[in-house]
């Protein structure tokens, strides 16, 4: 089935150092979306980057997108302890009316202030 | 910015009885979703609704579950019977249409004692 796994499952750096974390998947996609969600808390978009785009942007967060690999990536740079978040990437799969996401399990990002 | 609602935040309820979560999506949103997260694991989709209908559901999704837009603004998920095994954090989520990320709710956590 396709779905977005997240390595590494955990991630403890210190404030102001960059957080990368990784995302592999199974079959082709429309696109891929990464997701924020605080303790607790509900999931919130950060970034959507579509199967023809290799890299993009939005504040401190860039995205890859390699689709022969099938992988990507999420940079997060000069890190604050406000950051820390469980991030999930998420492939989206088409059905005949919209899609739908497959979540990975997700990476628990701590920084230290 | 423009949120999807949930209510109740909480819901507790013994195992057989009956619960309606509710969600009232986006306005100008076509697409909704309902999904679940049991504690420490994966995100997992429940259903998709479009134009009045269900146009997705998964296996989780059994005779059990059902869903109703019962007006142009709520989006309700109706648990028939709960069982013990159906606690954890319900999210609802919308898109105007498929090229968009999602906005999730804040979820309702339904414990089934």
């Known amino acids: 089935s396709q779905q977005g796994e997240e390595d590494p499952q955990a991630l403890s750096i210190q404030e102001g150092e960059n957080a990368t974390m990784n995302c592999s998947y199974k079959t082709s996609i429309n696109n891929l979306q990464w997701y924020r969600q605080n303790s607790g808390r509900g999931l919130v978009h950060l970034i959507l980057?579509?199967?023809?785009?290799r890299e993009k942007h939005s504040g401190r967060l860039r995205v890859t997108l390699d689709t022969s690999k099938k992988s990507s990536s999420l940079l997060i740079t000069a890190s604050r302890a406000a950051d820390t978040a469980s991030y999930f990437c998420?492939?989206?799969?088409?059905?005949?009316?919209?899609?739908?996401?497959?979540f990975g399990a997700g990476t628990i990002l701590r920084v230290k202030s | 910015e423009p949120e999807v609602t949930q209510t109740p935040s909480h819901q507790v309820t013994q195992m057989g009885q009956e619960v309606i979560l509710r969600c009232v999506p986006i306005s100008n949103h076509l697409y909704f979703y309902w999904y679940r997260q049991i504690l420490g694991q994966k995100v997992e989709f429940l259903v998709s609704?479009?134009?009045?209908?269900?146009?997705?559901k998964s296996e989780i999704f059994d005779d059990q579950f059902s869903v109703e837009r019962p007006d142009g603004s709520n989006f309700t998920l109706k648990i028939r019977s709960t069982k013990l095994e159906d606690s954890a954090m319900y999210f609802c989520a919308s898109i105007p249409n498929p090229n968009y990320g999602y906005t999730f709710g804040s979820g309702t956590r339904l414990t089934v004692v």
């Open positions: 998420a492939t989206v799969l088409m059905m005949e009316y919209g899609n739908k996401l497959v």
């Open positions: 609704f479009y134009n009045n209908e269900i146009s997705e």
């Open positions: 980057i579509r199967s023809n785009e």
